[in-house]
Each structure stands twice: as C-alpha cells, then as structure tokens.
Nanobody, 127 residues
Framework: QVRMVESGGGSVQAGGSLRLSCAAS????????AAWFRQAPGKEREGVAS???????TYADSVKGRFTISKNNAKKILYLQMNSLKPEDTAMYYC?????????????????????WGQGAQVTVSS
C-alpha cells in the first residue's frame, strides 16, 4: 500500500517557476515507477513525466527542457520542478506510483496502470 500527499502549486505569471512535492509512504515505494500527470478542465488526464526505480526519466514533449522530475528515496519525496511556465501548463497536477518498470514506466499514456495517486495540486499560469 502506498499513500501519496502533494504540496506546492499555486498561481504564477508566465515565465515563472513552481515546484511540486509529493510525500509518499509504504515499504515498496522506492521500488516503484513514480510519475506526474495533469488534467486541465474539459481535457483528459495526460502524463507529464516519469521516473523509474533506477532513476531514468521520461518527459512529455510539451514540457521537455522546462520541467524536471526527481526523487529523494531516503525521504520518499517526489518532485516536479517547473520552469518557464506557460498558460497552457495550467491544470490540476497529480503524482502517481505503481509497480511499473522499463517501457511501462516510460509510457506516459498509461494512466490506468497507476493505482496510487496524490490528491492533486492546482497550478495556474497567467499571461
């Protein structure tokens, strides 16, 4: 069983930065794939970035070069550093984790494979 609690988020002007954190609990968390998803009003939830148990990362094309996913295994905290934010980044952001490795962890389309989710954090970017 994994529990995840998000913090961070908020409102920022375009070009600004925000950092999301996701504190996890559970003995297996460090062996799981962890990821960030987002969902804008009226749109489907989409994958933003993932990090495998070995530390390898994957990013959606829309955030590549601007967002960085990282993980502190000792503290069991997942991060998403978001720089050069754009209005189109406005969404509810969710952290997620599950027993996925390799190609399954890299595939950001596989929303339904994740069983452990944070409560969500709102990110609003104004122009």
């Amino acid at each position: 069983q994994v529990r995840m609690v998000e913090s961070g988020g908020g409102s920022v002007q375009a070009g600004g930065s925000l950092r999301l954190s996701c504190a996890a609990s559970g003995p297996t968390y460090n062996r799981y794939c962890a990821a960030w998803f987002r969902q804008a009003p009226g749109k489907e939830r989409e994958g933003v970035a993932s990090i495998d148990a070995d530390g390898s990362t994957t990013y959606a094309d829309s955030v590549k070069g601007r967002f960085t996913i990282s993980k502190n295994n000792a503290k069991k905290i997942l991060y998403l550093q978001m720089n050069s934010l754009k209005p189109e980044d406005t969404a509810m952001y969710y952290c997620a984790a599950d027993a996925l490795w390799g190609a399954a962890c890299r595939d950001l389309r596989e929303v339904s494979r994740y069983n452990y989710w944070g409560q969500g954090a709102q990110v609003t970017v104004s122009s």
